[in-house]
């Protein structure tokens, strides 16, 4: 079976999706793989080395995707352009990549028109078993790492206190928010190199974490504070009153800190902002913001995706995609995260795909398949629209979707009966009465030159008959 692993044709994109070291684990499982020539160089992984692992390098994309059954990805294929790659990928590929499936929509409706079985890795669940499958968690250590030392390298004074003939230098003040993966460990990385830190989170339980890294937990810490976590860990909303009280503590804070991180992200939501212009104005000149969520519109008001700009003494940094600045270790990491979630869906004694629709992760992960967009977080809008408009058919007292013309008017038909016999009741003459049957029985006819059954059944098992519209795969997986 054929794997192919092209070179990343995105704007800004330094990673692959295959080490060496995962090559030859492919390999191992019997899995013809295909590199693209020059794939790996930006991670520092030569041609050579992934020959040696195993691999066949490909001279370009045609021949790297040529026949492939899998495709394994950093970024989602481009739909479209001169850099199309859907153009040379055939029908029911396994596609493997970041997707960035909320804000991917015409990009998803593409790879269902082409066919492909396309999985995001930025959706595996968060749960134990998929731990070593995590690419968010793997790619977010690393940028909270790299925000230290992109702020460092703007900052004009040093971040740990030394104390020369000269004088004492004072340490930085660094202040993080948000405590997630990126955020803990931009904490423990400004603690390594002697800053004095502080952070903030919306999550009560995230105050143990903050303070067992050295730094100084900021929060508004009443009792609505207290109980503003859901059993499922997840923060609840806070009252208005209490977001007024959070908003003046946390700019009092940016007033004094000489270097602020954000690094918070809401999925399938523009980042929150949590830095004002006002608030960056507080700020003392040559004090340095790092803006993680950028590519997401920014946490900060005022930064601008790929650059380092300076607005009032303060420097704020920009920078796309962090992870891909530490190309070698983000590449590695990922690559490992990719062959542990496509173990599941190779049969390793058949040595062929073999998916299991029913295992959590690849349902959780699945967001096209045989045609159709199929994650339930992506697709319930279509759904529901689709029985919206059944239920109000329906109601109407009419089949979801007459399949001919002669159904319609069989159905007009046993309408017109139906209102013929509610005229009987009402003691008309016989004449009239006689009358309206003839037309009614001269309409049937005409609709259905040989009608062997009453119109109104004949109609009610076409449309119990009719299958329903499946937007899930066929083999029972609710991905």
């Known amino acids: 079976m054929k794997i192919a692993i092209p070179k990343e044709r995105r704007p800004n994109e330094t990673r692959v999706a295959a080490s060496p070291e995962t090559v030859k684990k492919l390999a191992a499982l019997g899995c013809d793989v295909f590199v693209e020539k020059g794939a790996g160089v930006a991670a520092s992984f030569t041609d050579t080395a992934y020959k040696d692992a195993g691999a066949t390098i490909g001279k370009d994309a045609a021949t790297t995707y040529k026949d492939a059954k899998a495709v394994l990805k950093v970024q989602?294929?481009?739909?479209?352009?001169?850099?199309?790659?859907?153009?040379?990928?055939?029908?029911?590929t396994i596609v493997v990549s970041i997707a960035d499936p909320y804000r991917s929509e015409k990009e998803l409706d593409a790879y269902a028109e082409a066919g492909l079985t396309a999985f995001a890795m930025d959706f595996v669940p968060r749960i134990t078993r998929a731990q070593s499958m995590d690419v968010?968690?793997?790619q977010s250590n690393l940028a909270g790492y790299k925000s230290v030392l992109d702020g460092a390298a703007v900052f004009n004074r040093a971040f740990p206190m030394m104390m020369t003939a000269a004088g004492t230098i004072a340490p930085a003040k660094v202040f993080v928010m948000g405590a997630g993966v990126a955020g803990l460990q931009a904490i423990a990385t400004a603690r390594r190199l002697g800053a004095v830190v502080s952070a903030t989170d919306v999550r009560p339980a995230s105050k143990e974490q903050v303070e067992s890294?050295?730094?100084?937990?900021?929060?508004?810490?009443?009792?609505?504070?207290?109980?503003?976590e859901t059993a499922g860990g997840y923060a609840k909303e806070m009252s208005d009153a209490y977001k007024a009280k959070q908003a003046t503590l946390i700019a009092e804070t940016i007033a004094k800190v000489d270097m602020v991180i954000t690094t918070a992200l809401i999925p399938g939501r523009p980042a929150p902002v949590l830095v004002t212009a006002e608030m960056v104005k507080s700020m003392k000149p040559g004090s340095v913001i790092v803006d993680l969520a950028v590519e997401n519109g920014g946490n900060c008001e005022l930064s601008v995706a790929g650059k380092v700009v300076e607005k009032d003494g303060v420097s704020i940094v920009g920078y796309n995609n962090v992870p891909g600045r530490l190309a070698t270790d983000a590449s590695s990491l990922y690559a490992k995260n990719v062959f542990n979630f496509f173990e599941l869906l190779f049969d390793k004694e058949a040595k062929e795909l073999k998916i299991d629709w029913n295992d959590e992760i690849i349902k959780g992960t699945c967001v096209t398949h045989e045609g159709s967009i199929v994650h339930p977080a992506l697709a319930h809008t279509e759904k529901k629209a689709?029985?919206?408009?059944?239920?109000?058919?329906a109601a109407e007292g009419e089949p979801a979707t007459p399949k001919s013309a002669a159904q319609k008017t069989a159905i007009k038909t046993t309408v017109r009966k139906t209102t013929t016999t509610k005229k009987e009741s009402s003691k008309r003459a016989p004449a009239k009465k006689t009358t309206a049957k003839q037309t009614t029985k001269a309409a049937a006819n005409k609709a259905a030159p040989k009608p062997?059954?009453?119109?109104k059944k004949a109609s009610a098992k076409s449309a119990e008959s009719k299958?329903?519209?499946?937007?899930?795969p066929k083999d029972g997986g609710d991905a």
């Open 467 to 472: 299958p329903e519209t499946n937007t899930e």
């Open 386 to 393: 689709a029985s919206k408009t059944e239920t109000k058919t």
């Open 76 to 92: 989602k294929p481009i739909a479209g352009g001169k850099d199309d790659e859907l153009k040379v990928l055939l029908k029911g």
């Open 136 to 138: 968010l968690s793997s």
């Open 452 to 455: 062997k059954a009453a119109p």
């Open 213 to 228: 890294l050295g730094a100084k937990f900021v929060a508004v810490e009443d009792d609505e504070f207290k109980q503003a």
